[in-house]
């Protein structure tokens, strides 16, 4: 458990209060342009983006509407460099970053509030940090640094670092009221209320609450909950005190592969199982008890409840001299019900066939009927991941500003734990159609091949408590050498202990004794003994970047980098104890006018160390080895005419293994494209606001965006095929108090994969394969009331 002793005193650095203007909406004028203050990745209080030598990328709340994201992870689609797959649902995203090498989850992505991460490790199995924190009212912008001085803050992620900061009070009470619809019925309430609690003090409290079947509808509800946030500051002469609570209770269905037919890079629909709608989840499948006797909800699903409490607190020591302090606690649960396909789907007789035998029966379990051997059948588990996590991070930095000299030192902390009991597998099976039926199956040789529908009991089991901690202290310098050129470098030292007690699980176990009851053989059982866990190391971080205004409006930049991170609890678990590293050179061009913004970057980044981890055979299998990613991250804006501007964001990158072994070390996959990363990726956002009168408008938008050809798995054997989307929307201000949208999700119902079946590797098309779909075409419908 965390010592929470150490709460409010421990040490630490990051301080990120951002401000800046989206990306999509930078001010007209040069001059104003040049006053952007970016605060992401800086050691204090912030610099324009003109001078940051570093890539950035900044959503306001109004870009995030545009942007109408399915979920958290789904904003990060607009990051140059990132790849978002938000098909999985409210959670369970895989988010990728620059060609590091990942199996999934989002491992080289830190989420902050107010500056401080509120989950110290990126990321766990069934536990993506985006899982923690929603998108709503109460958000006021969104930042994003890659690469570049992101070793150094926070919790030294080399990687991607995502900040959001909350909206405050101000001088005068303001509110806002929003009511959302989709046309599948589900609904969505918004609400925010903001203002003076004195002089010197103001307030912000809002959230969101919301409930639905969701667009893959299981008939039942799947959606569910909400989140309210709150805040306070106060000024004072010297300083002042921001203290924030969000309250998170929000669950949504786990969408997981479902069957489709692969022909070459067409995709099509199996049976009535609609690519962008369909789920094998239904009524039947939905409560269960499972062969161990645990009792299982599929409407549980995939979410979070948790409590998250912080703070930010600046004071102007004097004489140039300046301490910033940055606390967050989180506390609570982010557990995963799920149904996971276990096969590819087959006629019965042939599943038979596969067990050895015929059929001698097959029947409903709801209902007994006769089912006929032609009927496509597939199995797939209830899974079970319950976690219980905790957090306490807080950051101290002191800093000293002197002339065109800024120097900061500092130190930070994190004290953060995780209890996890899985039961994976507990496989029954179903009829492969749209919210799939429970069938019973006895041989015709008179073995018993389902009890309630189950194939199979648990195949691996997770009884486990760990520990871990981070100490760690920095020092950056910054120094601004003339008024073109600026200078900055840095150093930092972390330290990383992890501990943990898991339970051993007896594999291959008949449960009763008779090998005729196929149902309960090869079954995973905790035993009742244990073994520990314990890692400890130390590494040092560092970069350097200078940065040179060519004109008020151009400037270019250089950086180097070297991060590290930490093998994870699973990492320790299964054995593996090789810490990443990264070493990573970019430069860019920033160029702001008034006809147009663009940001450029080229980078190369080296990997070593790393570990992706997929289950097969029902169990955790590590790859290990090294890559090299080289790429360039386009994004910017025109403004040709007045009301009308064009967004836009690329991606080239090529990114490749470099001394990775696969099958215990005896595969070598160098040369292989880095999995689930596409070559090229690219959105185009055009825009056109006609106005009428002062306060009434009407805004026309869509968005073009192209996802290229990846491979789901490390050896490259399973394709997923590039695609194209569009996504469109209007926006009414009736007048300055009320707005009606409207916002297209994959208008033309495209199919793209954005994963293919990790259990079931090789399957390359012309056949039937699992596979997991972008979501189909939707519409969103809302009205807000400002007051």
């Given at each position: 458990m965390l010592k929470r002793t150490y709460l409010l005193s421990s040490i630490a650095l990051f301080a990120l209060p951002m401000t800046a203007q989206a990306q999509e909406a930078p001010p007209a004028d040069d001059a104003a342009a040049n006053e952007e203050i970016v605060v992401t990745g800086t050691a204090g209080g912030g610099i324009n983006r003109q001078d940051a030598a570093f890539a950035i990328t900044s959503i306001n709340s109004d870009a995030i509407d545009r942007a109408a994201p399915n979920s958290t992870?789904?904003?990060?689609k607009v990051i140059p460099g990132v790849s978002a797959e938000s098909s999985g649902g409210q959670n369970g995203a895989n988010i990728f970053v620059r060609g590091y090498p990942s199996g999934g989850d989002a491992e080289f992505v830190t989420l902050t509030v107010q500056g401080v991460p509120f989950f110290s490790?990126?990321?766990?199995?069934?536990?993506?940090?985006?899982?923690?924190?929603?998108?709503?009212?109460t958000i006021d912008r969104v930042e994003a640094v890659r690469g570049g001085t992101g070793a150094l803050f926070g919790n030294g992620q080399p990687g991607l670092t995502v900040n959001f900061v909350q909206k405050e009070g101000g001088r005068d009470f303001e509110g806002l009221v929003k009511a959302s619809v989709t046309d599948y019925g589900d609904l969505r309430g918004d609400a925010l209320l903001s203002g003076p609690l004195g002089e010197s003090t103001s307030f912000m409290v809002g959230g969101y609450y919301s409930q639905g079947n969701?667009?893959?509808?299981?008939r039942f509800t799947a959606e569910k909950g909400g989140q309210i946030t709150a805040n306070i500051r106060h000024d004072f002469g010297k300083g002042s005190v921001l203290v924030f609570a969000r309250y998170l209770n929000d669950r949504g269905q786990w969408l997981l592969p479902i069957p489709v037919i692969r022909d070459g890079n067409k995709v099509r629909q199996f049976g009535n199982i609609d690519p962008g709608t369909g789920v094998l989840a239904g009524p039947e499948t939905r409560r269960s008890t499972l062969p161990d006797g645990t009792r299982a909800d599929l409407a549980d699903g995939r979410g979070a409840k948790l409590i998250n409490?912080?703070?930010?607190?600046?004071?102007?020591?004097?004489?140039?001299l300046s301490l910033r302090y940055r606390a967050s606690y989180l506390k609570g649960d982010a557990d995963t019900t799920g149904l996971v396909p276990a096969g590819t789907a087959?006629?019965?007789?042939?599943?038979?066939?596969?067990?050895?035998s015929t059929i001698g029966s097959l029947t409903y379990v709801n209902g007994g009927q006769a089912v006929a051997g032609t009927q496509q059948v597939i199995r797939a588990g209830t899974w079970i991941v319950r976690k219980q996590i905790e957090d306490f991070t807080n950051d101290l930095a002191v800093e000293?500003?002197?002339?065109?000299?800024?120097?900061?030192?500092?130190?930070?902390?994190?004290?953060?734990?995780?209890?996890?009991q899985w039961s994976l597998g507990n496989v029954r099976l179903l009829t492969a159609e749209n919210n799939a039926r429970v069938l019973n199956l006895v041989l015709a040789n008179g073995q018993v091949a389902t009890n309630n529908g189950f194939t199979q009991g648990s195949f691996f089991n997770?009884?486990?408590?760990?520990?871990?901690?981070?100490?760690?202290?920095?020092?950056?310098?910054?120094?601004?050498?003339?008024?073109?050129?600026?200078?900055d470098a840095g150093l930092r030292y972390q330290n990383y202990k992890a501990t943990g007690t898991l339970e051993n699980n007896n594999f291959g176990v008949d449960t009763d004794g008779n090998p005729n009851t196929l149902y309960n053989n090869g079954t995973a059982v905790l035993n009742g003994t244990f073994r520990n866990i314990a890692y400890k190391k130390g590494a040092w971080s560092w970069t350097a970047g200078i940065n040179y205004d060519v004109s008020s409006s151009v400037g270019v930049y250089a950086r180097y980098n070297r991060g590290n991170t930490n093998p994870f609890f699973d990492n320790l678990r299964d054995g593996v104890f090789v810490s990443p590293r990264v070493d990573n050179f970019e430069g860019g061009v920033k160029l702001r006018t008034d006809l147009v913004s663009l940001y450029a970057t080229l980078f190369h980044t080296k990997f070593k160390g790393l570990v992706t981890t997929v289950i097969q055979n029902g169990a955790p299998v590590a790859d290990i080895g090294g890559a090299r990613s080289t790429g360039i991250e386009l994004e910017g804006q025109l403004r040709p005419i007045d009301n009308f501007a064009i967004a836009f964001s690329g991606t080239w990158l090529d990114a490749k293994y470099r001394d990775?072994?696969?099958?215990?070390?005896?595969?070598?996959?160098s040369g292989n494209r880095v999995q689930r990363q596409p070559k090229w990726q690219w959105r185009v956002t055009p825009s056109y606001d006609i106005e009428f009168g002062e306060s009434s408008k009407v805004s026309l938008y869509s968005t073009f965006s192209y996802i290229g050809d990846r491979f789901s798995d490390t050896a490259n054997t399973q394709s997923l095929p590039h695609y194209f989307k569009i996504d469109a929307g209007v926006t009414v201000d009736v007048n300055d108090a009320l707005q009606f949208a409207v916002t297209a999700d994959n208008l033309t119902d495209k199919v793209g994969l954005t994963e293919g079946d990790p259990r079931a590797l090789g399957q390359t098309g012309g056949e039937v394969v699992n596979a997991r779909p972008i979501l189909g075409r939707s519409f969103r419908f809302s009205a807000a009331y400002k007051f």
């Open positions: 992870a789904d904003l990060f490790p990126p990321t766990l199995s069934f536990l993506e940090n985006t899982q923690l924190i929603r998108i709503d009212e969701g667009i893959r509808d299981p409490l912080g703070t930010n607190i600046d004071y102007e020591i004097g004489d140039g087959t006629t019965a007789n042939a599943y038979a066939a596969s067990l050895g000293w500003e002197s002339g065109n000299n800024k120097f900061t030192v500092g130190a930070y902390y994190s004290d953060f734990s995780s209890n996890d997770v009884n486990a408590a760990y520990d871990g901690r981070e100490y760690a202290f920095y020092a950056v310098d910054e120094f601004q050498i003339t008024p073109e050129l600026r200078f990775f072994f696969a099958g215990g070390g005896t595969i070598d996959l």
